[in-house]
């Protein structure tokens, strides 16, 4: 492990609402698994951004964070960020330029068209073992009213698809998730995100 | 991936929804003009209910499950999640609520109990529930039958926080001074509260409740709303506290506000201004016993 790259490993987890101590604690463990020792912060408003290499958009409510977002006038600064960014499910919706709702403004950074609650409410929430690109056995994933991509442009990977539609995809940097691996206990996704944007 | 390999309605499932919706504001709406308003205002959920608590209390006689209807018309209205209240014990109502397709079942005192002996065994559910404790004990149970969520019950309808501060010291205190005993005399303490001792001990040692909880019951105004987030609670329900002020929209902007920037008095003085009159309010020293609904379930 290069420990000179540690300056660099500082991650952001957008905290204005949702499941964000859970993304700090996983984000903690994948550094620690991959040698780092790189800060992990809740991210309130555009000044703390700066020295970042990755932030997190955490599940929680879509309609709430997206207007949180505007509010504490991150959207301009996420929209500039040279960093990465780990979209989990209220996240993914946020992050695609066709957020499928018109209440959602969205940040249009991966170039994909959202279905929102696809499977329905939250007694068709459900675990299931899904195939990743990328992993060498299959992720237990926890998907809660999630959405998924029913279209991606070019140039956006699709990474693992389910009989419904997109569920997980990389574009640059980026990453999002239509599932919460925050709330897994497997830190293989987060590796995935962190080796990327670290250049590991 | 085959359908048969899917698992719905897992303890994981369950509170990993409630996670979903911390920091966040739950409002109680009675139709889909109110939903929207409270969707606008960027709850996290909402509450769908016949009347709210103040307006319960008002007309008296057996408050139960809202019509399906209604609850239906609600959850159309919105793309936010939305949850409807049962009476204690009252599992067929849970059941009706299930087959609706509601996000979250609330077993709440401000209905009617229905059972006064056994609350409902929320583990034998899909969708998950949130209960109201008083103290340590009562979140304790409650946990135990499955409840994904605990929200402090407060005194619901009075526009007054002092029984939601009440019951919040009681459970974060009780943690608190819990925290130096050993793993057998918290068993032995357990004994004294009537709490199952495994969800006793895990509670102490994680230094919190295992699920997310939020605080309910008399909250009116940011300030009260914040107070309660400062006193450690991950989120808040406001019930009559919106549609009973004089400019609910305002109101229910300036509670969610007061909730994301809770440590910052600044904002939360910006945001208390000129929201018109929060609804008026009962001092609880004045109901009688039998008016509380706080004592209802146990």
């Not at chain 1, 206990?185 to 944007?197: C, G, K």
């Not at chain 2, 005192?109 to 969708?127: M, N, Q, R, S």
């Not at chain 2, 994680?206 to 309660?228: E, H, Q």
């Not at chain 2, 910052?264 to 000129?274: F, H, N």
Request: one cysteine or more; proline letters at 4%; charged letters at 25%.
């Amino acid at each position: 492990m290069n420990y000179s790259r540690t300056v660099a490993g500082n991650i952001g987890i957008l905290a204005l609402q949702g499941d964000v101590s859970e993304h700090i604690k996983a984000f903690e463990r994948a550094g620690q698994e991959l040698g780092l020792q790189g800060e992990i912060r809740p991210v309130k408003s555009p000044n703390d951004l700066t020295g970042l290499a990755g932030l997190a958009i955490p599940g929680g409510e879509s309609t709430t964070i997206s207007k949180l977002i505007i509010k504490t006038g991150l959207f301009e600064s996420i929209c500039r960020f040279k960093g990465g960014i780990f979209a989990t499910c209220a996240g993914m919706v946020i992050i695609a330029t066709d957020p499928g709702d018109p209440r959602i403004v969205s940040l249009g950074l991966i170039g994909m068209k959202i279905e929102r609650n696809a499977f329905g409410s939250q007694k068709d929430s459900f675990e299931a073992d899904i195939n990743v690109k990328g992993l060498d056995f299959p992720y237990h994933a926890i998907f809660i009213r999630a959405p998924v991509a029913i279209e991606c442009d070019n140039g956006v990977e699709v990474i693992s698809q389910i009989g419904r539609g997109i569920v997980a995809v990389r574009s640059g940097k980026h990453m999002a998730l239509a599932f919460h691996p925050e709330l897994s206990n497997d830190t293989r996704i987060h590796r995935i995100f962190l080796e990327n944007i670290l250049d590991l | 991936m085959k359908l048969e390999e899917l698992r719905y309605g897992t303890e994981l499932l369950k509170r990993g929804f409630a996670s979903m919706q911390k920091g966040g504001v739950i409002m109680d709406v009675v139709n889909a003009e109110q939903a929207l308003i409270a969707e606008e205002a960027g709850a996290v959920a909402v509450m769908a209910l016949e009347r709210v608590p103040a307006d319960i209390r008002k007309a008296g006689g057996v408050a139960r499950m809202a019509d399906p209807e209604r609850v239906l018309s609600i959850i159309d209205a919105v793309s936010i999640p939305v949850m409807a209240k049962v009476r204690i014990g009252h599992f067929v109502e849970a059941q009706v609520l299930q087959e609706i397709g509601v996000d979250m079942i609330d077993e709440s005192e401000v209905l009617t109990p229905a059972d006064e002996e056994y609350h409902i065994v929320k583990k034998e559910f899909t969708v998950p529930f949130v209960c109201g404790a008083r103290d340590l004990g009562e979140a304790m149970r409650r946990i135990n039958e499955g409840a994904a969520m605990i929200r402090t019950k407060g005194e619901a309808g009075t526009g007054n926080v002092v029984e939601a501060v009440r019951h919040m010291h009681a459970i974060m205190g009780g943690i608190r001074a819990l925290s130096g005993l050993s793993e057998q005399e918290l068993v032995s303490f357990a004994r004294e509260i009537e709490a199952p001792a495994e969800v006793l001990v895990e509670t102490v040692r994680l230094g919190r409740l295992p699920v997310v909880n939020f605080s309910a019951g008399g909250i009116a105004t940011p300030c009260d709303a914040a107070l309660m987030m400062q006193m450690g609670a991950d989120g808040v329900f406001v019930g009559s506290g919106i549609f009973h002020s004089s400019m609910p929209q305002k109101m229910a902007k300036a509670i969610v506000d007061a909730v994301h920037n809770f440590n910052d008095p600044a904002v939360i003085m910006e945001v208390s201004k000129g929201i018109g009159d929060p609804m008026r309010g009962i001092d609880v020293h004045t109901l009688k016993e039998d008016e509380l609904l706080q004592n209802r379930g146990w």
